[in-house]
């Protein structure tokens, strides 16, 4: 089982990511773990250190912040396509970037959860899905 996780980053630093991704797979780990075999999470967060952000800068006419972001956007759905399920942290519809990788996983008919279902619901329902 290949699990996405999508969570808003703009302006978090790359602790406060990783925190959040941390708590976001522990909560899942708990709830499903007698559900799904082999629980397995891909990542889509890039630090600076990581070869492709050498790759984005090296681009031709990709120079400002912006058009980075959605060039990574671009490899992130890429990597969503990988997964079985999606989960979107807290307050994911408040971000462009968040809001473009539910539509890619609505239209493609991926799985979806959501924290909020999962923290305070009890269990695993239809409702946890779209």
């Given at each position: 089982?290949?699990?996405?996780?999508?969570?808003?980053?703009?302006?978090?630093?790359?602790?406060q990511?990783?925190?959040?991704?941390?708590?976001i797979?522990?909560?899942?780990?708990?709830?499903?773990?007698?559900?799904?075999?082999?629980?397995?999470?891909?990542?889509?967060?890039?630090?600076?250190?990581?070869?492709?952000?050498?790759?984005?800068?090296?681009?031709?006419?990709?120079?400002?912040?912006?058009?980075?972001?959605?060039?990574?956007?671009?490899?992130?759905?890429?990597?969503?396509?990988?997964?079985?399920?999606?989960?979107?942290?807290?307050?994911?519809?408040?971000?462009?970037?968040?809001?473009?990788?539910?539509?890619?996983?609505?239209?493609?008919?991926?799985?979806?959860?959501?924290?909020?279902?999962?923290?305070?619901?009890?269990?695993?329902?239809?409702?946890?899905?779209?």
């Open positions: 089982m290949k699990v996405f996780i999508s969570q808003p980053m703009s302006g978090l630093t790359d602790s990511i990783l925190e959040e991704r941390e708590h797979k522990e909560v899942f780990i708990e709830k499903y773990k007698d559900e799904y075999d082999n629980i397995e999470f891909i990542s889509s967060f890039f630090t600076q250190e990581d070869p492709i952000f050498e790759e984005v800068n090296q681009l031709d006419g990709i120079e400002d912040e912006s058009s980075k972001s959605l060039w990574l956007l671009g490899r992130a759905i890429q990597i969503l396509a990988t997964a079985d399920i999606i989960v979107f942290s807290h307050n994911w519809q408040d971000t462009r970037g968040c809001k473009i990788e539910f539509m890619a996983a609505k239209m493609y008919d991926k799985d979806m959860l959501f924290m909020e279902n999962i923290e305070f619901d009890g269990d695993k329902n239809e409702e946890d899905r779209l």
